[in-house]
């Protein structure tokens, strides 16, 4: 039966042999037909999307960089989905392989688009819109940041920032030499811009560079270094229980994030992507900052009623750092520059691989596994001391949530949450 279908397959796309198409689409074909044929509606896919293109570029041409990353932009500005722009990158790179083309972005990986969640509205719509207006050098800079994987908007920005500020001082047309670039990084020495903040700068230097074609002269053994001792602030055990402490004093929305916070080991950029639908009366899924994978979790008893007494909405990376220092306000503490909702995520970090240290059964490696939202252990290679991958309890062989129900049992925050005071909460 299989063999008959298999050969009813055949006939179909041979009968189809006979239609002309552009020799890339040929070359293509004859790639998903052997040795192993593909299904008549795979490659009719592949060629559909080869084909729309194909038509953007002109007779006999071999598309370039720009022409790639350009079909992204425009199939964007026609309000395709992220999830249909993933699956035209596949085709699109399986169309280079089948011609000999190079493919622009072996870097960015097997997942250079990631289907995004939806985020209110807000896109890149707007400055991909207005780039007609910017330096044509910060054009292609702006190309190269939205595709094939978009940017957000305050990465685009911040890319943007820097891009003009080291292109002030040249003349139209004129590209920036070695001297030039040195002479930027003294110059906003001069201003007194810290190293940290210049060692960013030097990687948007260095795509806007890649972006035009210009030679970038530094290896990376000559960005900039932060100064030895320049750590930003921590907060201490104490100074966390002083925050979940003035729970009564807060806003919905400040319980919320900081309950978030204070229970699983998440970053700004995770809290601001956290929307309804990601949670239930048991589970919480979080999406995070590493290509979009998810972390699922069981919301421990002590949450359930901040969760369902508040509906998350869009919230910027701004937004959340102006909430976290009038968080830190309501609860008496003093916010020190550099602040904000990391310094939860490492000192969490650092309070529960110390309690699992201190407890016979557990490893310290469990609350990487925990960050990850693996709800089991995983094997982890490469380390010095191998008996921590056999020090298993049973109950995470069976529960699907079974390493939540572990952490959740030691950790250090949750009890201060249990403690119940919803008759002074605020609205």
């Keep these: 039966m ?46 559909e999307t080869s084909a729309k293109f194909l038509s ?3 007779k006999d041409r071999e598309p370039t960089d720009s022409d790639f990353r350009r079909y992204f932009i425009q199939r964007r500005r026609q309000g395709i989905s992220e999830r249909t722009l993933r699956k035209e990158f596949f085709h699109l790179k399986k169309l280079a392989m089948a011609n000999g083309w190079e493919w622009p972005f072996q870097g960015e990986g097997t997942s250079a688009i990631v289907p995004p969640r939806k985020t209110g509205g807000k896109t890149l719509t707007a400055p991909v819109n207005a780039v007609d207006k910017l330096h044509p050098a910060l054009q292609n800079l702006v190309e190269r940041l939205s595709s094939p994987r978009p940017r957000a908007q305050s990465t685009l920005s911040s ?27 003294i110059r906003r020495r001069r201003e007194e811009v810290s190293e940290r903040t210049l060692r960013k ?4 230097l260095k795509k806007l560079a890649a972006a035009n074609g210009w030679e970038w002269p530094f290896g990376a053994d000559e960005a900039p270094y932060p100064e030895e001792g320049q750590k930003p602030p921590t907060l201490s055990q104490r100074e966390l229980e002083q925050l979940i402490r003035a729970k009564s004093n807060l806003y919905k929305a400040e319980r919320f994030y900081l309950a978030v916070a204070t ?6 950029e995770e809290l601001s992507r956290i929307k309804k639908r990601d949670y239930d009366g048991e589970t919480f899924i979080f999406h995070t900052a590493e290509q979009g994978k998810e972390a699922k979790h069981l919301i421990p008893d002590a949450l359930k009623p901040i969760f369902a007494d508040y509906r998350p909405k869009v919230h910027s990376g701004s937004a959340l750092s102006t909430m976290f220092r009038r968080i830190c306000v309501k609860a008496g503490l003093e916010h020190k520059k550099g602040l904000g909702w990391d310094s939860i995520r490492y000192r969490l970090n650092t309070l529960l691989k110390e309690v699992c240290s201190s407890q016979e059964r557990l490893s310290s490696s469990f609350v990487d596994d925990y960050a990850e939202g693996k709800g089991k252990v995983s094997v982890r290679h490469g380390r010095s001391d191998m008996t921590e991958d056999y020090r298993h309890p049973e109950i995470l062989d069976t529960d699907p949530f079974g390493l939540d129900k572990v952490i959740y049992s030691i950790h250090l925050f949750l009890p201060l949450w249990r403690e119940k005071e919803l008759s002074k909460l605020t609205t």
Excluded: C
């Design 2 to 47: 299989a063999r008959n279908n298999y050969m009813k397959r055949t006939r179909k796309i041979s009968n189809k042999a006979s239609i002309r198409l552009h020799p890339a689409l040929e070359n293509l074909k004859e790639r998903l037909s052997s040795p192993r044929l593909k299904a008549a509606s795979t490659i009719s896919t592949y060629l």
């Design 56 to 58: 953007r570029l002109g």
């Design 159 to 185: 890319y943007l920032t820097t891009g003009a500020n080291s292109l002030s001082g040249l003349k139209d047309g004129q590209s920036p030499t070695e001297s030039d670039f040195r002479q930027y990084f």
């Design 201 to 204: 700068e030097f990687s948007h």
């Design 263 to 268: 229970t699983w080991l998440v970053r700004r």
